[in-house]
């Protein structure tokens, strides 16, 4: 098979990587139920919390097939069906190469009140979101602009709760023990803008120490500044307040389906549809924050504003500081290669 065009212009490029040492390597099992989570509803025809590319007739049956193996599979089961019921393609977009970036879900102290260290409120999803046209933007909803209309969910600390707007969930500790979870709702419509950016454009941290932790520690010590840029970043996420019944599950992804740690990932939802399985290749941080191999197969399960592009992938590295820690260290290329269909056009 010829190289073919696909998304933005990209060029799909026939692989041998089913018959490689790193495809030979992977757990296709851990894949296998990955991509379970999701085939589970696109099978039902489930709604997605963010609607994306429409699924392709091949991979709602490759879903359906995926389904009825999930009581016997084994790791050469699992093997075996992506082999069968995909062909590979590497994506070589039009300028550059994959690049890969990180995200995780924090796990932050909370308040069902306002406080000294819980002085924000995260906000559920206001009623006429759709029907007014433009939705105020992030400085003027901080100033006020949504007051008094009990969109009150539970109350964080400032630069916690931006962070769980980028991140699009979290992980909450209540002061009486519980656990609670934030799950993305919606948002305001507006564009993102990376803060980190902004810090580095101003010579206020140089653009090679720029890491999560980085910013947040700087966001810290200059509170007058951090209210400013963070508010240079127009767009605002709502989110819907949730029970946390099972703390080993992951949050749920833009496509309904939990996530799972080195599995998930979000896409550009204009250029794949969710439950697109990909092979990733790269050097990323590991727990120890050196750069090491990493390969394997993800999952499209998420999407997110900054993340466009057809070789554009952030992976989801799991809850809480550790995993944090190990996304925000990563800016690095890569090698992506798609699984499409093999009934595909």
Not at 37 to 51: G, M
Not at 90 to 102: D, H, K, L, N, W
Not at 212 to 220: E, S
């Amino acid at each position: 098979m010829r190289p073919r065009t696909g998304p933005a212009g990209a060029r799909l490029i026939p692989s041998d990587l089913f018959a490689g040492s790193a495809w030979a390597a992977d757990d296709h099992l851990a894949a296998f139920r990955t991509f379970l989570l999701t085939a589970e509803r696109i099978a039902d025809d489930a709604p997605a919390v963010r609607s994306g590319r429409a699924t392709r007739p091949a991979l709602a049956a490759a879903c359906r097939e995926a389904l009825s193996l999930r009581r016997t599979a084994d790791a050469a089961t699992a093997r075996r069906f992506f082999e069968r019921r995909f062909r590979p393609v590497r994506i070589e977009p039009r300028e550059g190469s994959a690049f890969f970036t990180g995200y995780y879900e924090p796990e932050i102290a909370a308040s069902p009140v306002r406080s000294p260290a819980c002085p924000v409120a995260a906000l559920g999803l206001p009623d006429d979101l759709v029907r007014i046209a433009p939705f105020p933007d992030r400085a003027a909803i901080e100033a006020g602009a949504l007051d008094g209309r009990g969109l009150e969910l539970v109350w964080l600390d400032r630069i916690e709760l931006f962070f769980a707007q980028v991140q699009g969930s979290a992980r909450l500790r209540m002061p009486d023990g519980r656990r609670m979870r934030l799950a993305y709702a919606g948002r305001n419509g507006r564009p993102y803008r990376a803060i980190g950016r902004i810090v580095v454009e101003e010579g206020h941290v140089p653009l090679a120490e720029m890491t999560m932790d980085r910013l947040k520690t700087w966001l810290r010590a200059h509170p007058g500044d951090a209210d400013r840029i963070m508010r240079m970043n127009p767009s605002y996420v709502f989110f819907e307040l949730l029970p946390d019944p099972d703390p080993a599950r992951g949050p749920t992804g833009a496509a309904g389906a939990a996530l799972t740690p080195m599995r998930s990932i979000a896409v550009d939802r204009t250029a794949w549809s969710y439950g697109t399985p990909f092979f990733a290749e790269a050097r990323l941080p590991d727990p120890s924050g050196v750069d090491a191999a990493f390969c394997g197969l993800i999952v499209a399960q998420d999407t997110g504003t900054a993340i466009v592009g057809p070789a554009r992938v952030d992976l989801f590295f799991g809850t809480g500081d550790a995993a944090g820690a190990r996304a925000g260290l990563v800016r690095h290329p890569g090698t992506l290669t798609a699984l499409l269909p093999r009934s595909a056009s």
